[in-house]
């Protein structure tokens, strides 16, 4: 039967090596960052050169002594390590909202400072009526004629407090903070369609055209109005060159028959005034829901 040296079921670690010691099978040295595994009982049979008496157990990485230190590399609170053709090496933290990226040679990473996101539609002003009722929308001192070619206002899930046929809603230009300009200088045409049960509003089966003259307001929708939605373009609102110009088109539900209306609507304001925005109310009750949107479109 064999015989089992149970001192010897383990690696015994030695320390560093030394060249007066007698060394059994098994033992561990360390010698020049290695380690070695004694593998035939001897003295004096140094480690690098005695394979017949060591088994290399563990080598020492490229800084030849205990392996790679990256804490030498890396130096700074949120430095990055990565791998070149020649070893480790250290990309520095980069500046605040840098992307990360592969350079163009495809050899390592950099960091990128990205393009400024810029768009020639930019959001202006934006309100929505919840619950409370209010009686007018002041859009104001958000035209700005140098930067922009021209405006559209979005405007949807509107209704009034008055669904009767006596309330619309209109709109007026303003020359100054909160005041709407009453004077009749509000001038347009409109092409209404209009629908019910029993077909279109008149009856006949055309159109209704329909112009506003020397008007102390817009009117952006008829009566009645239960849930409305409209579209507005607005040019050179502060011109004192060219006159205010208004492009409409709106869709009404009308609660008390029913009625569905779409109306189109061109129409100026007939002196060149600057104008530092447009207010939007109806002319009995209040606006109790709706969303009004301002966009500026880029020249």
């Not at 809603?169 to 092409?191: K, V």
Request: proline fraction near 2%; charge should be negative.
């Amino acid at each position: 039967m064999a015989t089992i040296n149970l001192g010897a079921i383990k690696f015994n670690w030695k320390g560093a090596y030394n060249n007066g010691t007698t060394y059994a099978v098994d033992d561990v040295v360390s010698s020049g960052g290695n380690s070695y595994v004694c593998i035939q009982a001897s003295t004096g049979n140094a480690v690098g050169n005695a394979t017949a008496y060591w088994n290399l157990m563990s080598q020492a990485g490229t800084n030849g002594t205990d392996g790679t230190d990256v804490g030498t590399t890396l130096t700074t609170q949120s430095d990055l390590l990565y791998r070149d053709g020649s070893g480790l090496q250290r990309l520095p933290k980069g500046s605040a909202n840098q992307l990360l990226r592969i350079n163009s040679g495809a050899t390592a990473p950099e960091w990128h400072t990205p393009a400024t996101v810029s768009s020639d539609v930019v959001k202006l002003y934006h309100q929505e009526i919840t619950s409370s009722a209010v009686s007018s929308i002041y859009i104001q001192n958000f035209f700005n004629d140098s930067v922009y070619a021209y405006y559209e206002l979005q405007i949807h899930s509107l209704s009034t407090s008055n669904d009767s046929s006596s309330s619309q809603i209109q709109a007026r230009m303003m020359t100054s903070t909160d005041t709407p300009d009453t004077g009749s200088n509000y001038f347009a045409a409109a092409t209404i369609w209009g629908a019910t049960a029993s077909g279109d509003t008149d009856g006949s089966g055309r159109d209704i055209d329909a112009s506003s003259w020397n008007f102390s307001r817009n009117n952006i929708e008829g009566g009645d109005t239960n849930t409305s939605a409209a579209q507005i373009k607005i040019f050179n609102p502060t011109s004192t060159t060219f006159k205010t110009y208004m492009q409409s088109s709106c869709y009404s539900l009308h609660a008390n028959a029913d009625n569905l209306y779409q109306n189109y609507q061109y129409g100026h304001y007939n002196t060149t005034a600057a104008h530092i925005g447009i207010t939007f109310y109806p002319t009995s009750g209040t606006l109790d829901k709706g969303n009004f949107t301002l966009y500026g479109y880029k020249k």
